[in-house]
RNA sequence: GCAGGGGUGGCAGAGCCUGGUCAAAUGCGACGGACUCAAGAUCCGUUGGCCUAGUGCCUACGUGAGUUCAAAUCUCACCCCCUGCACCA
């Protein structure tokens, strides 16, 4: 009968919730272990990636805990940041995308209606997502859930960012956003038309002196080594320019440019006059590393709105400047110097500009898109192989020239700083406003570049376990690379950031060390303890074991023996924290967690093991919320089972790889579950008694799996647990039917064990089973199989090999035999004679060849062959005949059904039996009777 | 650009650290067959190319070069893909 999946998950999830089994409590003699996943933030309904994430948590869970642990798994929600405010602020613009996204969702009308309100919005998902957790069946204490919003919430938050600041890596400074000057807000990605992430690029702009003026034409660069090789400036002959005044100094750049201008410098006057490209064509400007005058030509690739809508030309270097340069100074009647700078072996500049000019000039008009294509690899090639040429930076390579001019000409007042925004489309704002980058002025920031701060938290790393261990390298890159991190911004839900109430904390931030509330907030609320209690004394006494519960009782109005019973639920599940993440929040959520750990804590709670995985994609399709391909959590439970679900995307990939969730393979495991259902099923109407062979091949796989599954799940290496501990074991199993195996106590006990090595990762199905299996108890709560090394038997694997081989050539031979149309009634396959058996095991012993010839005169060519293949390293293990005999005696009946023919097994030491040529003990001999 | 991870047969994915036993595990898919009224499940076989069909030959593990008696595996260079790159969770 088909098995029910989700009739079993209904059952067994109500059972766990009802007896409260993975609601744990402080228990002094017992090793805690906190399992902590990045909680999900509440913007949307959880997906087949949350639930990979989740349950490789909860397969850390569940095993852990049948290895004897208090494990702590619990969960909350996130909803600190913009996001939530962005989805209501789009609902309440009435936009249509917004709308069609939730409706993608699954979401009710009227309940988007209510989204233009963000607390409707974290509201509807919470119970939602929980609806997820539980129909996953993971072994979380919901006692423990909070919302990142929350006022208790709040007062830690806020007691953390006291700490930085008293530690003194709070620090203000300046820093670069994207900004829509229309709306006058900081755009993120999801800010944006199209949802591009505005990339903000420091770049340096030359000052040129106007001659006989104070003013300077200001020319953005990204090569500003090749200065020295100027002949000319370029403008665009239609575009209008203006004077702007940066700290009292005068620079001419493009109307278009003056918002970028005005954003991100501080002191910064525009003037009123507006000045045509012919009102400057001509004139000369003085190049600040030689005083050369050079003149201001036109070109019209100059787009006003990108940089100053100024540039310099540098022919020889780049080939829109040769081909303007030299089109311009044609047709004006005008000399051209290019002048080269840089070396490149195998590169023919001047050829290469000749060629580049010719074609692109060839149909009377100037084609871009032939010079961008020089440009680029020209580009590539001098900055891989560059060599300057003059002083003095003869010699040197271009990307450290380009650094030392740079350098050379912003400390001599010759260049300034220039941002932009790098995408190549230029970066909308929603509202159609093109994105600018601004200065953000005393701004808090975390200074995750303090150098004894990135000490301490390379301390941590040293001290942490990593799975997969390919990841080290990645967290200590990112705690290497991690500098300046905006604490505050403008707008969002979350806590008001203490040393500037008009802002809130950056949502990252408050997301690191938040774990440590799971293992007190329970007791919050059962004492019914207010927001307006938890002081900081509070939290220095609980997490950092500061003052005493007199004093801070006297302080906050929480009896005594409430705060000791909080600070001791801290310290004992804190004492052994295991965080798991997605392996995409490396750089951000994970190594702020452990940068904020190492400071912040107490070393003995620093985090002591850090995990990550990677994404689930669907149908070998990124999924993605605008694209409406994204697979719901309870949608997929409902469609193939929750366990079945599990199994795919936690064990389906290893850690590190992405999984791609499809049908096909999601249906096999639903049927391989199936098969086992139909097993248990079968058990009834096995009646053997006795022990045969291939029941102890069947103990022998089993040991050998619960020792290699459980060295892999030490590791975290689910995939290769798994694919032992389910599919190998169905293989067996079938394998095992095949052998004619029907010993209803062997299986059973197989099916048992097999039930607990499946439960973290398919618990419901484990659970079943169990039961099924006539026990009472709970398997969640059962102890994790351990295996009985003595019942691991190489000889009896490898006399099944032995047959396997022996097959083999069996069916080699019928196909032989069918493929020349012969036709045969029955094959008779002989067992070797039990004194070749004991030579082969005689040899086995290293027994002495020779001595084994004299007493067996008339088999000393098999016992040289046999000596030979020992020595080659081929036969390790002794046979037993008696053994073999069984196998094949089993095996028979499938024999006859794949082949279609009698098969019969002959004894060799039988006397009735003509043996004219020898079956040895590893090769049967093969009669085809005609 | 910077950093991290990769490129293996129709696909997914092991193996490469510790070179040979690797035409490359395992799973899936596809094809053929058995069973079935039929479908599914199950079982068996084929699944780089070639033919003399042999435990045969050729070509293969991103590209090129090198080390070696021997390279998917070691070294170097190159190309390509994925992920992250700052206020965004």
């Given amino acids: 009968?088909?098995?029910?999946?989700?009739?079993?998950?209904?059952?067994?999830?109500?059972?766990?919730?009802?007896?409260?089994?993975?609601?744990?409590?402080?228990?002094?003699?017992?090793?805690?272990?906190?399992?902590?996943?990045?909680?999900?933030?509440?913007?949307?309904?959880?997906?087949?990636?949350?639930?990979?994430?989740?349950?490789?948590?909860?397969?850390?869970?569940?095993?852990?805990?049948?290895?004897?642990?208090?494990?702590?798994?619990?969960?909350?929600?996130?909803?600190?940041?913009?996001?939530?405010?962005?989805?209501?602020?789009?609902?309440?613009?009435?936009?249509?995308?917004?709308?069609?996204?939730?409706?993608?969702?699954?979401?009710?009308?009227?309940?988007?209606?209510?989204?233009?309100?963000?607390?409707?919005?974290?509201?509807?998902?919470?119970?939602?997502?929980?609806?997820?957790?539980?129909?996953?069946?993971?072994?979380?204490?919901?006692?423990?859930?909070?919302?990142?919003?929350?006022?208790?919430?709040?007062?830690?938050?806020?007691?953390?960012?006291?700490?930085?600041?008293?530690?003194?890596?709070?620090?203000?400074?300046?820093?670069?956003?994207?900004?829509?000057?229309?709306?006058?807000?900081?755009?993120?990605?999801?800010?944006?038309?199209?949802?591009?992430?505005?990339?903000?690029?420091?770049?340096?702009a030359i000052k040129f002196k106007l001659k006989d003026s104070n003013d300077y034409i200001l020319c953005l660069t990204y090569r500003p080594e090749t200065i020295f090789g100027a002949t000319n400036l370029f403008i665009n002959k239609n575009a209008k320019y203006r004077r702007v005044l940066i700290d009292n100094v005068s620079y001419i750049v493009s109307n278009e440019s003056i918002i970028f201008v005005e954003n991100q410098f501080n002191n910064v006057e525009v003037k009123d006059d507006v000045l045509d490209a012919s009102s400057l064509e001509g004139k000369l400007v003085v190049n600040p590393v030689n005083n050369e005058e050079i003149p201001i030509w036109t070109a019209d690739f100059v787009e006003p709105d990108f940089g100053t809508g100024a540039v310099?030309?540098?022919?020889?270097?780049?080939?829109?400047?040769?081909?303007?340069?030299?089109?311009?100074?044609?047709?004006?009647?005008?000399?051209?110097?290019?002048?080269?700078?840089?070396?490149?072996?195998?590169?023919?500049?001047?050829?290469?500009?000749?060629?580049?000019?010719?074609?692109?000039?060839?149909?009377?008009?100037?084609?871009?898109?032939?010079?961008?294509?020089?440009?680029?690899?020209?580009?590539?090639?001098?900055?891989?192989?560059?060599?300057?040429?003059?002083?003095?930076?003869?010699?040197?390579?271009?990307?450290?020239?380009?650094?030392?001019?740079?350098?050379?000409?912003?400390?001599?007042?010759?260049?300034?700083?220039?941002?932009?925004?790098?995408?190549?489309?230029?970066?909308?704002?929603?509202?159609?406003?093109?994105?600018?980058?601004?200065?953000i002025n005393d701004q808090w920031f975390i200074d995750y570049g303090n150098k004894e701060w990135k000490k301490l938290a390379k301390e941590l790393l040293d001290n942490a376990i990593i799975f997969p261990d390919k990841a080290r390298k990645a967290f200590y890159d990112a705690a290497e690379w991690i500098s300046l991190r905006a604490a505050e911004r403008s707008n969002g839900l979350g806590t008001r950031f203490p040393f500037n109430k008009d802002h809130i904390i950056e949502s990252l931030s408050d997301s690191t060390i938040y774990m440590t509330f799971y293992t007190y907030v329970h007791i919050l609320r059962d004492k019914k303890i207010r927001p307006e209690q938890l002081s900081f004394e509070f939290f220095d006494y609980v997490i950092n074991g500061i003052g005493d519960p007199e004093t801070v009782s006297e302080k906050t109005g929480i009896d005594i023996s409430t705060l000791k019973s909080i600070r001791e639920s801290f310290s004992y599940w804190y004492s052994y924290v295991h965080r798991h993440s997605g392996y995409d929040l490396i750089p951000s959520h994970l190594t702020m967690a452990v940068f904020n750990h190492a400071l912040i804590l107490n070393r003995e709670n620093w985090l002591k093991v850090l995990s990550v995985n990677g994404y689930v994609i669907a149908n070998s399709e990124k999924m993605s919320k605008s694209l409406g391909n994204v697979l719901l959590a309870l949608d997929m439970a409902d469609k193939y089972g929750a366990d079945v679900v599990r199994l795919a995307v936690a064990a389906g990939a290893n850690l590190f790889s992405e999984y791609d969730f499809t049908d096909v393979v999601v249906n096999g495991i639903k049927e391989s579950v199936q098969f086992l259902f139909d097993l248990l099923d079968n058990i009834s109407s096995m009646n053997e008694t006795k022990l045969k062979a291939i029941d102890y091949w069947l103990?022998?796989?089993?040991?050998?799996?619960?020792?290699?599954?459980?060295?892999?799940?030490?590791?975290?290496?689910?995939?290769?647990?798994?694919?032992?501990?389910?599919?190998?074991?169905?293989?067996?199993?079938?394998?095992?039917?095949?052998?004619?195996?029907?010993?209803?106590?062997?299986?059973?006990?197989?099916?048992?064990?097999?039930?607990?090595?499946?439960?973290?990762?398919?618990?419901?199905?484990?659970?079943?089973?169990?039961?099924?299996?006539?026990?009472?108890?709970?398997?969640?709560?059962?102890?994790?199989?351990?295996?009985?090394?003595?019942?691991?038997?190489?000889?009896?694997?490898?006399?099944?090999?032995?047959?396997?081989?022996?097959?083999?050539?069996?069916?080699?031979?019928?196909?032989?035999?069918?493929?020349?149309?012969?036709?045969?009634?029955?094959?008779?396959?002989?067992?070797?004679?039990?004194?070749?058996?004991?030579?082969?095991?005689?040899?086995?012993?290293?027994?002495?060849?020779?001595?084994?010839?004299?007493?067996?005169?008339?088999?000393?060519?098999?016992?040289?062959?046999?000596?030979?293949?020992?020595?080659?390293?081929?036969?390790?293990?002794k046979l037993d005949k008696s053994m073999i005999y069984e196998l094949m005696e089993g095996y028979k009946e499938h024999l006859r059904s794949i082949l279609n023919t009698d098969i019969v097994i002959l004894d060799s030491d039988n006397a009735a039996i003509r043996d004219d040529k020898m079956a040895l003990p590893d090769k049967f001999k093969i009669r085809i009777q005609e």
């Fill in 699 to 877: 103990y022998s796989k089993l040991n050998r799996k619960i020792k290699e599954v459980t060295e892999y799940m030490e590791s975290l290496e689910l995939r290769e647990a798994y694919v032992r501990a389910f599919y190998e074991s169905i293989n067996e199993l079938k394998r095992y039917i095949h052998f004619n195996g029907n010993n209803p106590v062997v299986i059973t006990e197989f099916l048992e064990k097999l039930a607990l090595l499946l439960n973290p990762i398919m618990p419901h199905v484990s659970e079943e089973l169990w039961h099924r299996l006539g026990n009472e108890s709970f398997a969640s709560l059962e102890s994790w199989p351990t295996p009985n090394e003595e019942l691991i038997d190489d000889s009896i694997e490898a006399m099944m090999d032995i047959i396997d081989s022996n097959v083999e050539d069996i069916k080699r031979l019928t196909s032989m035999l069918a493929k020349k149309n012969k036709s045969y009634k029955r094959i008779e396959i002989y067992i070797a004679k039990k004194e070749l058996y004991d030579i082969y095991n005689s040899l086995v012993e290293n027994i002495n060849p020779e001595e084994l010839k004299n007493k067996y005169s008339n088999y000393a060519s098999i016992i040289d062959n046999y000596t030979k293949k020992l020595k080659k390293g081929g036969m390790r293990l």
């Fill in 312 to 439: 310099m030309s540098v022919p020889m270097h780049d080939a829109f400047d040769y081909v303007y340069s030299k089109v311009y100074a044609t047709s004006h009647g005008l000399e051209l110097k290019p002048r080269k700078l840089i070396d490149t072996k195998e590169l023919d500049l001047e050829k290469l500009m000749n060629e580049v000019y010719n074609e692109a000039t060839a149909n009377n008009s100037i084609n871009r898109y032939i010079i961008e294509k020089y440009n680029e690899s020209l580009y590539k090639k001098e900055f891989k192989d560059g060599i300057l040429t003059i002083e003095p930076y003869k010699g040197m390579n271009v990307k450290e020239a380009r650094e030392r001019v740079k350098e050379y000409l912003l400390s001599n007042g010759y260049a300034i700083d220039y941002y932009i925004i790098a995408n190549k489309e230029k970066v909308k704002c929603r509202c159609g406003a093109l994105v600018v980058p601004k200065i």
């Fill in 1 to 204: 009968m088909s098995i029910d999946l989700v009739a079993i998950e209904n059952k067994w999830n109500e059972e766990w919730l009802n007896k409260r089994i993975f609601e744990a409590e402080v228990i002094d003699n017992k090793k805690p272990y906190m399992i902590v996943p990045a909680f999900p933030y509440v913007n949307g309904n959880l997906h087949i990636g949350h639930i990979r994430t989740y349950t490789t948590a909860d397969v850390v869970a569940r095993y852990k805990r049948m290895r004897g642990y208090n494990v702590l798994y619990p969960i909350g929600f996130h909803a600190t940041g913009t996001p939530i405010v962005a989805v209501a602020e789009r609902l309440a613009n009435n936009d249509q995308d917004m709308i069609k996204q939730l409706k993608n969702d699954k979401i009710p009308e009227d309940v988007i209606q209510k989204m233009r309100d963000p607390i409707e919005i974290v509201n509807y998902f919470i119970p939602r997502q929980l609806e997820a957790f539980k129909r996953y069946g993971m072994s979380i204490d919901y006692r423990r859930q909070f919302v990142s919003i929350e006022p208790l919430f709040s007062k830690f938050i806020e007691w953390q960012f006291n700490k930085l600041y008293e530690k003194g890596v709070l620090v203000k400074g300046t820093h670069y956003v994207g900004w829509c000057p229309l709306e006058k807000n900081a755009v993120g990605q999801h800010d944006t038309k199209g949802d591009v992430q505005p990339e903000i690029e420091k770049l340096v």
